[in-house]
């Protein structure tokens, strides 16, 4: 069974950092693009950054230069450092990627980790 599994989430106070893992596990063939996407309450999931397998990046424009999004393909896992974060990046923080099983190719998203930011 494929799988995604989050840790590092937590309660931080602002301009505090963090760092995201997501590590994936199964039988994988392959793994394509990777990504974090956030979901506030009442709000819609957005995508946080995502890297190709190749290492080329985008994010969104709310947290250029705060986050930094990185893979170690040989641990099948990827990174989200969150530094000088603000109450307006509390949301869970969900893990994606694109992976190729016996299957095929499908996108999996992990269970989710809480980012609360708060004083």
């Known amino acids: 069974q494929v799988q995604l599994v989050e840790s590092g989430g937590g309660l931080v106070q602002p301009g505090g950092s963090l760092r995201l893992s997501c590590a994936a596990s199964g039988n994988i063939l392959g793994i394509n693009a990777m990504g974090w996407y956030r979901q506030a309450p009442g709000k819609q999931r957005e995508l946080v950054a995502a890297?190709?397998?190749?290492?080329?990046?985008n994010y969104a424009d709310s947290v250029k230069g705060r986050f930094t999004i990185s893979r170690d393909n040989a641990k099948n896992t990827v990174y989200l450092q969150l530094n000088s974060l603000k109450p307006e990046d509390t949301a869970v923080y969900y893990c994606?990627?694109?992976?190729?099983?016996?299957?095929?190719?499908?996108?999996?998203w992990g269970q989710g980790t809480q980012v609360t930011v708060s004083s």
């Open positions: 890297i190709t397998s190749d290492g080329s990046t």
């Open positions: 994606n990627a694109d992976m190729e099983t016996w299957l095929g190719v499908s996108a999996y």
